[in-house]
């Protein structure tokens, strides 16, 4: 048994399960199918010279075919353009120009300006005809939109850089510098224009003379020299005079009196403003008082609320401006603004700043609204009585 078991696997033999007889199995190991040579080919299958030419010169054809077939490609550039700037181009439409103009010529600043000159048209001591102090308006208006519509084209370089102007038009290129230029030089023609219609040549003087202290002195101003505020309160002082020499013709001291109100009122205006945005004029390189000099800018704050006191409680009765009524219905709206005024002294943070700047766009119609009141009341003699130098003598002598 043992024998056959070693000449079974001396021989690769298995032993079968079924049967008891052995089967031989060889293992042969396979090579890879190889193509057959036309010698191994019978005769009917083998592949003649002239065939072999024939399929290779339709396969050259074909080549030939495909070569002359195609077209060429074309050479294609990959350009990145970053669309953060694109994005805010846009297509003027007709529908979107009024309000481009609009944003040029600020608005909501021009609307103020235009209600302090209506204000001095109804402060002064002759009663306001209607066609002129329309006109007063219209031709203030005018003047306002064409000073700031240079304003932005003087300084939309340095627009760019501060967050709360980033948006305005030209920065933005919704107008070409030509465009805005165009626009400043024919509000300002039609505004001068409609002045010297409705008023006299001093209102027209006035508001063309106030257009260059805004494009001219102003604005290169704020770059070069701190006193650009001191020069930013005559520009916003001048309209109400311009309201009040409509109806006059002459700048008296009551006249004089408005205009120093609308000077100090500036200073705590602006630098409550200004306070909170120091690192944007900062940046685009205005030389303001909150930027070079912080502690003038809180004691100016608190100097000109001072003198607001003085200005309406004392000034505006002895110039005639108003009676004694005035001087004593502002003290709590000139003591409110004292107050918030000398906590931005003591403690100049944001929040007081921006207390401070809400209550002077409060302040200011409070005001005005309280001088016509007062002025309406009073009868048309005592309007009249503007010998100032003689009332002071008066309240003197009362005095004592």
């Not at 002294?345 to 005005?368: E, V, W």
Request: with cysteine.
């Amino acid at each position: 048994m043992l024998r056959c078991g070693a000449a079974a696997l001396r021989l690769y033999v298995l032993p079968s399960t079924s049967q008891a007889q052995f089967h031989t199995i060889k293992r042969v190991n396979s090579l890879p199918k190889a193509a057959p040579i036309d010698e191994e080919l019978p005769e009917n299958e083998r592949v003649s010279p002239q065939n072999t030419s024939d399929r290779r010169k339709e396969i050259l054809s074909l080549d030939s075919a495909t070569v002359v077939n195609r077209r060429p490609r074309k050479k294609t550039t990959n350009i990145i353009v970053e669309d953060t700037h694109l994005a805010q181009w846009s297509k003027m439409e007709p529908n979107g120009l009024i309000t481009a103009y609009l944003q040029l010529s600020k608005s909501k600043l021009t609307m103020l300006i235009t209600t302090t000159a209506i204000a001095g048209c109804f402060m002064s001591p002759i009663s306001p005809a209607l066609l002129t102090a329309v006109g007063c308006a219209a031709g203030t208006t005018l003047l306002s939109s064409a000073a700031n519509a240079c304003n932005q084209l003087l300084e939309a370089p340095y627009d760019a850089q501060m967050r709360r102007t980033q948006s305005r038009v030209l920065v933005v290129h919704r107008f070409s510098p030509l465009h805005a230029f165009s626009f400043a030089a024919l509000t300002s023609l039609s505004g001068v224009a409609i002045l010297l219609a409705t008023t006299n040549p001093l209102t027209a003087f006035l508001g063309a003379l106030n257009v260059g202290l805004y494009a001219g002195v102003y604005t290169p101003l704020k770059r070069s020299h701190i006193g650009c505020t001191w020069a930013g309160a005559v520009v916003g002082a001048i309209p109400p005079l311009m309201g009040y020499c409509s109806m006059t013709g002459v700048l008296d001291a009551g006249a004089l009196c408005l205009g120093a109100i609308l000077f100090s009122w500036q200073f705590p205006h602006f630098n409550g403003l200004s306070w909170n945005l120091r690192d944007d004029y900062s940046r685009a390189g205005y030389r303001v008082m909150c930027v070079t000099n912080e502690r003038l800018c809180r004691v100016t704050s608190l100097r000109h609320s001072i003198l607001l006191v003085a200005l309406c409680s004392v000034g505006a009765p002895l110039t005639n401006l108003t009676t004694n009524i005035f001087a004593i219905d502002s003290i709590p709206l000139n003591l409110g603004l004292l107050y918030l005024s000398y906590k931005f002294y003591k403690a100049p943070d944001a929040k007081n700043s921006r207390h401070l700047f809400f209550f002077s766009l409060f302040y200011l119609p409070c005001i005005m609204g309280l001088m016509i009141v007062d002025n309406a009341t009073r009868n048309s003699e005592s309007k009249l009585k503007n010998d100032w130098a003689e009332r002071i003598k008066l309240k003197v002598n009362q005095l004592f």
